[in-house]
C-alpha cells in the first residue's frame, strides 16, 4: 500500500507570507495526525482528526495555524503569516483506528527567512 | 502520559543484539509501551508495543519488567540501517491524550 505522503517536502518562504502544506493519509485511515520538530528540540505533537473532524488541536500554537480535512480524505496545514520560529519538519502521520502504530510521512521541512 | 527516561546514546557493534532499555516507574495500569524510530531526516516509524507480556514481531522484540517499570527493546541482529533515534513512548491505547509525547530518546549507532 502507498504510505503516507507529504507535499512539498522543502518550502523556503519569506516572512510573513503564507505557505500551505499538504498530507495524503494512507487510504482508508480515519485517522491523521500533524506533528513538528522545530530545531534542536523534541517532536510535538500538533492535531489529531478522525475523518473529517478535529478531535484534538491542544498542540497547534496558535491561531497562525490553520488545519483542514476536506472530506475526510487529505489534510492541509496553513500557516499565515508565517514567522521565523515556525521553521522546521511538519510531519503528518496515520493510521486506521487508534489502538496500534501509526505510520509518518517523510515530512515537509519548512524554512522561514 | 507516564515519563519516560532513556539512555542518551548507546553504541553496539554491527550482527550484535541491541538492547535499548527504558524506565517508565510512573506507568498507570492501562498505559502501553510503544516503540519508534527515527533514521536521519525521515519521518518516525512504527517498531512495536505492549502492555504487560513480551512481544515480537519482524522488526524487534520488546521485554516489559513484571512490575512494568521498564522495557527494553531488541533488535536481533542490528546492521547499519538501524543506526537511528529510538523513542519510548508511554500512552494509554485507544485513549487519554491523542497525540505521542516524543521524548529526547536514545540515540542508537551501530559501528561496523
Known amino acids: 500500500e502507498a504510505g503516507v505522503t507529504q507535499f512539498p517536502s522543502h518550502s523556503v518562504i519569506e516572512k510573513g507570507q503564507t505557505v500551505t502544506l499538504r498530507c495524503d493519509p494512507i487510504?482508508?485511515?480515519?485517522?491523521l495526525y500533524w506533528y513538528r520538530r522545530v530545531m534542536g528540540k523534541e517532536i510535538k505533537f500538533l492535531l489529531h482528526?478522525?475523518?473529517?473532524?478535529?478531535?484534538?488541536e491542544s498542540g497547534m500554537p496558535n491561531n497562525r495555524f490553520l488545519a483542514e480535512r476536506t472530506g475526510g480524505t487529505y489534510s492541509t496545514l496553513k500557516v499565515q503569516p508565517a514567522e521565523l520560529e515556525d521553521s522546521g519538519v511538519y510531519f503528518c502521520?496515520?493510521?486506521?483506528?487508534?489502538?496500534?502504530?501509526?505510520?509518518f510521512g517523510s515530512g515537509t521541512r519548512l524554512t522561514v527567512v | 502520559d507516564a515519563k519516560t527516561t532513556q539512555p542518551t546514546s548507546m553504541d553496539c557493534a554491527e550482527g550484535r543484539a541491541a538492547n535499548l532499555p527504558c524506565n517508565h516507574s510512573?506507568?498507570?495500569?492501562?498505559?502501553?509501551v510503544y516503540w519508534y524510530r527515527q533514521i536521519h531526516s525521515q519521518g518516525p516509524q512504527y517498531i512495536i508495543h505492549?502492555?504487560?507480556n513480551n512481544e515480537t514481531n519482524e522488526m524487534a522484540s520488546l521485554i516489559i519488567t513484571e512490575d512494568r517499570k521498564s522495557s527494553t527493546l531488541i533488535l536481533p541482529h542490528a546492521t547499519l540501517r538501524d543506526t537511528a533515534v529510538y523513542y519510548c513512548?508511554?500512552?494509554?491505547?485507544?485513549?487519554?491524550?491523542?497525540?505521542?509525547?516524543f521524548g529526547k530518546g536514545t540515540h542508537l549507532i551501530i559501528q561496523p
Open positions: 487510504s482508508g485511515h480515519d485517522n
Open positions: 502521520a496515520s493510521s486506521h483506528d487508534r489502538l496500534g502504530g501509526y505510520t
Open positions: 513512548i508511554v500512552r494509554v491505547k485507544g485513549g487519554g491524550a491523542d497525540g505521542l509525547t
Open positions: 505492549g502492555l504487560k
Open positions: 482528526f478522525v475523518k473529517e473532524s478535529k478531535q484534538d
Open positions: 510512573t506507568i498507570s495500569g492501562n498505559e502501553y
